[in-house]
């Protein structure tokens, strides 16, 4: 096995709202079959569909996906990017769970999650800065 990912899937109840907040956040989908978001990322993508669908795709009840313990994050170029996404979130339908601060290993972070619950931290690493042509994140930097 590679070790990369190529798609995150996210299941959601409501594949337009969902949409809704990432757009807010600027982003842009990809042209995709009906019922299916998707968003090209740099070198992966991040998939929104339905949760029934996912469910029965995978054979396991609805019931039984529930939310883990996982989070998706993002490193920024600083913390002035961090705070200004972060003030973004709540007007485009998301919920802040911390807003951003200091981190004791010397970064500096927040979180927040989507309209389904999806959290995300949005952080500043100075340990490992991103690439500057494309923003690539590589631990320890490039």
């Known amino acids: 096995m590679e070790q990369r990912i190529s798609l995150v ?11 809704g907040f990432y757009q807010a956040m ?3 989908p990809v042209d995709t079959p009906d019922n299916i978001v998707v968003y090209d990322l740099l070198g992966q993508s991040i998939g929104l569909y339905p949760l029934a669908g996912l469910a029965e795709d995978i054979g396991l009840p609805v019931e039984s996906l529930g939310k883990g313990g996982m989070t998706l994050g993002q490193n920024l ?3 002035e990017e961090v705070d200004a996404l972060m ?3 709540e007007g485009a339908g998301g919920k802040v769970l ?3 601060q200091e981190v004791f290993w010397g970064g500096y ?4 999650a989507d309209p389904e619950g999806h959290i995300w931290e949005i952080a500043f690493n100075p340990f490992s800065p991103l690439r500057a042509e494309d923003g690539a994140f590589c631990w320890g930097g490039y």
């Open 9 to 19: 899937t996210l299941g959601v109840t409501d594949v337009e709202k969902t949409a």
């Open 26 to 28: 600027g982003w842009s």
């Open 77 to 79: 170029r600083s913390k």
């Open 87 to 89: 003030a973004k979130v």
């Open 98 to 100: 911390k807003q951003p």
């Open 109 to 112: 972070h927040g979180y927040f």
